[in-house]
């Protein structure tokens, strides 16, 4: 069987051949190696009774097996639905979502185990897919609040764009093997002949132990991650030269921990990214490193600002969801639901419609003002939300996470003095929450609601 799909990455593949394509567990894995298990695993799924156009849910991280593995069932038209532990005990609804017919779990130590799970799909989108004969994917939402969205791709559209030879980077893989920055970074580095460089945990001190090991070029990853490692003090105990780009997204930025991270690593290029797993990655450019604002869009996409909201109209974007009504506009346009301020090309995004706190008639975005108290000493996160109240309509309330051991009197009177001059007074929190654990999830991601 011919790899009809996946043939100009294994004719790429071949072509450099005795070059790194994957580092895990420090053990370095080359193309050839790729190449000869890819087309293994496509002979080998007939033996594990995955017939083509089969729903099969890829439970692993980047392992090579999994790598592999994932081009075989794109190349065989399957429909995948890759799951990480991240998503914990709701793996299994995520399965009965997508109507999963065959589960393959890639074992801590990179072997395959597979079992059927006698459901036969009968959603529409799913049936379309599959008399289609494409690939697909299923990737689930990890948005801040709401229920978790399941948003099924043609994953044709999706691999177009990595038929164009691009940059080749040593690249760690940060963002999950279910996110779509995460399948966008693995098939981004792989389709221009790069390395992929694995960690066993995504804590700062690993990172930055895996960049100087692995003399890793780009770093794709979170705000949430890089205030980490501004704490931790890592980036001063490891030889952090090889980055070339850090590239971020997944949330908004905070100003403030973008001018850190632009203070420490001056040669790095610090590049926003956008993207939704409604509607793939978009291309973009920063106006500079220390700067939020950016232009969205590339081969593939439209931008419009309706309202005050970008919208995007995509090749790649989603046949639709499993379990959600179309978000799309009649005429094919996806609500974002994100904000933004327009200047010229440029746009800055400010946050989520819905994140939105309305003080008195005044809006204010979480971002601003964690923006600020993420600048005090002893801060380690903040979230800021809204919380009703009967006079102004909302109120600004914040959790924090406090190194200082202070009281929560203390703190509450040391922002109130920190704020007063860097935000206006309907901006500054009349709630504060002092807490232990931490907020942010597997994903790096702010716990606002109920991220997965």
């Not at 989520?352 to 601003?368: F, H, T």
């Not at 996160?381 to 200082?404: C, E, K």
Request: charged content about 25%.
């Amino acid at each position: 069987m011919s790899a009809a799909y996946i043939a100009f990455l294994l004719d790429r593949f071949a072509a450099c051949a005795d070059q790194d394509a994957i580092v895990w567990r420090g053990e370095r894995y080359s193309y050839s190696w790729l190449v000869e298990t890819t087309n293994r695993w496509m002979r080998d799924l007939d033996e594990h009774n995955v017939s083509h156009s089969a729903v099969v849910s890829l439970e692993a991280d980047f392992s090579p097996h999994a790598v592999a593995l994932l081009l075989a069932l794109i190349d065989r038209g399957c429909i995948l639905v890759p799951l990480t532990s991240s998503v914990g005990a709701k793996k299994e609804e995520f399965r009965a979502i997508a109507e999963v017919e065959a589960i393959l779990e890639i074992t801590p130590d990179d072997r395959v185990t597979h079992r059927s799970t006698g459901i036969t799909p009968n959603h529409e989108l799913i049936m379309q897919l599959k008399q289609s004969g494409h690939p697909g994917l299923v990737l689930f939402s990890s948005g801040s609040t709401g229920k978790n969205k399941a948003a099924l791709h043609d994953f044709v559209p999706l691999l177009e764009k990595f038929k164009t030879p691009r940059h080749s980077m040593r690249t760690l893989t940060f963002l999950l093997f279910d996110h779509i920055g995460g399948v966008n970074t693995l098939l981004y580095t792989l389709s221009n002949a790069g390395c992929v460089i694995t960690v066993s945990d995504r804590s700062p001190e690993e990172v930055c132990s895996a960049i100087e090991q692995f003399k890793v070029e780009l770093l794709p990853t979170s705000p949430t991650f890089l205030n980490l490692l501004l704490l931790s003090r890592a980036y001063e105990r490891y030889d952090l030269s090889s980055l070339r780009m850090v590239t971020y997204g997944t949330e908004v930025m905070p100003e403030s921990t973008l001018q850190r991270m632009h203070s420490i690593l001056p040669n790095v290029n610090l590049l926003q990214t956008y993207g939704l797993s409604e509607v793939g990655i978009l291309r973009s450019k920063s106006k500079s490193s220390d700067s939020l604002w950016m232009k969205v869009g590339g081969e593939g996409f439209q931008t419009r600002v309706v309202d005050g909201l970008l919208e995007i109209k995509a090749e790649s974007a989603m046949l639709g969801y499993l379990n959600h009504a179309s978000p799309f506009t009649e005429d094919g346009w996806f609500r974002t639901g994100d904000a933004v301020e327009v200047d010229g090309e440029y746009i800055r995004v400010l946050g989520r419609k819905s994140e939105l706190i309305n003080v008195g008639g005044e809006k204010v975005y979480p971002a601003e003002v964690e923006s600020v108290i993420l600048q005090m000493d002893g801060v380690e996160d903040a979230i800021v939300t809204g919380s009703p109240n009967p006079i102004t309509g909302h109120m600004v309330v914040v959790r924090v996470r406090l190194s200082t051991g202070e009281s929560l009197s203390e703190f509450r009177s040391r922002m109130m003095a920190f704020c007063k001059d860097r935000l206006a007074r309907f901006k500054i929190p009349q709630k504060v929450v002092v807490v232990d654990d931490a907020l942010h999830g597997d994903r790096f991601k702010k716990l606002r609601g109920n991220n997965v």
